[in-house]
């Protein structure tokens, strides 16, 4: 009988810098309020681009158009065992996209568990950092690759034809 699959759950994050500032979004977490950049999780059919074109959406109220590939991060993130919960053991499997976004749209609530928005400069977000404000370390690590100017073609990312095909019904 052979171990079951490991399988990392893919996560989607927009990089957001206007006027030496990023878009983070303040947001409810297990471990308290905590700082992130716009980001979730992949769904099913759907590409990296429009993932993250949908989760900034839903977290900001602004529409984000991606300009470039900053990176893909791997991470590992352990919590406790807690009030009756058994403890976690999640990798975390990240595409970070820069871009722009445009005003917040009026009227359109955000997605449940976020706060709000707010813009910081990259030292403020090193001292949240330092602060353990940040819910996870890929939030200042996007903000630094993308501060010392790394870029890759947003075509890195392939999604073949294959994903937006029906499940299959067992």
């Not at 975390?92 to 997605?111: H, I, M, N, S």
């Not at 990259?122 to 819910?135: M, Y």
């Not at 890195?156 to 294959?162: F, G, H, K, L």
Request: glycine letters at 8%; aromatic letters at 6%.
């Amino acid at each position: 009988m052979s171990a079951p699959r490991w399988s990392p759950s893919v996560t989607v994050a927009a990089i957001v810098e206007a006027d030496g500032r990023y878009l983070l979004v303040e947001e409810h977490t297990p471990e308290g309020l905590k700082l992130n950049n716009p980001a979730g999780h992949l769904d099913p059919a759907e590409s990296p681009l429009q993932g993250v074109v949908r989760e900034t959406l839903e977290e900001t109220a602004r529409h984000f158009t991606p300009d470039a590939l900053v990176g893909v991060y791997l991470s590992r993130f352990q919590r406790p065992a807690r009030a009756g919960r058994p403890p976690q053991d999640v990798t975390y499997l990240r595409f970070a996209f820069c871009g722009e976004v445009g005003a917040p749209e009026p009227g359109r609530t955000l997605d449940t568990g976020i706060v709000g928005t707010l813009w910081l400069t990259l030292d403020e977000l090193r001292a949240a950092h330092a602060q353990g404000r940040l819910r996870s370390p890929l939030v200042m690590r996007c903000a630094e690759d993308h501060a010392a100017g790394r870029r890759l073609p947003l075509d890195t990312v392939t999604t073949d034809a294959s994903v937006y095909t029906p499940e299959i019904k067992g």
